[in-house]
């Protein structure tokens, strides 16, 4: 016997607690706690099917990962050995093995269970047919054909997911009733804009300083590529060494619009109404866009694009040059 107050085991020929006096159980008799506990799990184990999509997706990666680690460990290195090089191969593995997310989900085994406010979905067509949910505090993951056709949205949903690949494997409906999408953004008066500027703040230089650095080591890979292939000349050009000339004069671009930016030290501050919110998946990952009435294309994050709610006015805040947009506060309609 046990007492279901005190959490105490007792001998079987007794009925109460020597504690409390309290009303013995059996042993085996799960206590209201561990019963709430149960009904709170917040984890479950992969079933087969899930566990074999997890497996493919990694299998795919670490195909990918070998691929540069062939050329750098089987080619370059036997050639003439090389410290830069074979440290460039083992950061190759490490960075690899750490992106692969469905990896690391497959060895822990285990999803999990939260509700979450469904706010979009979307589907981006390719060489197959991608289907995206937006939860609210969760953000975008991948979802099914089917999720995607039965999708409401404002619902709470009760999701099965895999935090790391962004993956949900099933999701059921708590509360059918749509929610106000925007009840939790408040209006804000309309300010007076007659300075239609306002000076870049700490975390947006930061931000910009970082694109700045992502683009130099970009186009920094040209003179190393150069270094191991002394004999590079204008007339030994072909199909690969023009694709590297047009990823460098991109990159140069942006590093140039990124500067601007940075030496100008001050954004855009307009009023404006949003039109539409896009999303784009492919080679270069997901690009969400934000088409504003009279400021066209700006580029938004993630999170802008769950909150943000097309035909409405915002005061928006934004880099001329590199068309980021940095906050976008609702006005009164």
Known sequence: MYCPNCYIKFPSGETRCPKCG???VPRNTQSPKSQVNSVRRTTVPLNGKQRWSLFLSSLFGLLLLAIP??????ILLPMQFNWLVFTLGIGVIIIGIYKISSLHELIDGN????????????????SRTYYFGFFKDLGCVTIDA??????????????????RSKIVWSMKIEDEKPANIISDIKPNHQENISDKQRKITFIQRKE??????????LVSLYPIYVIFNPALALSDLNVFII???????????????????LISNTN???????????????RRGKRFYAIFEGNNRLNINEQQYIDLVENQIYQIT?????????????LDS
């Open 69 to 74: 680690n062939i050329i750098i460990f089987g």
């Open 22 to 24: 309290g009303p013995g």
């Open 268 to 282: 855009e501050l307009d009023n404006d109404r949003l039109i539409r919110v896009e999303f784009t998946y492919g």
């Open 111 to 126: 999803s999990y269970i939260k509700s979450f406010q469904l706010i979009r979905v979307d589907r981006v067509q390719n």
């Open 318 to 330: 934004y880099s001329r040059w590199t068309r980021k947009l940095w906050e976008a506060q609702l």
């Open 243 to 261: 694709i590297i000339y047009i990823f460098i004069f991109y990159n140069l671009g942006m590093i140039v619009l990124a500067l601007l930016d």
């Open 208 to 217: 910009l300083l970082f694109m700045l650095m992502r683009h130099s080591i």
């Open 146 to 163: 089917e999720m995607f056709d039965n999708a409401k949205l404002g619902a709470i949903y009760q999701i099965q997911y895999s935090p």
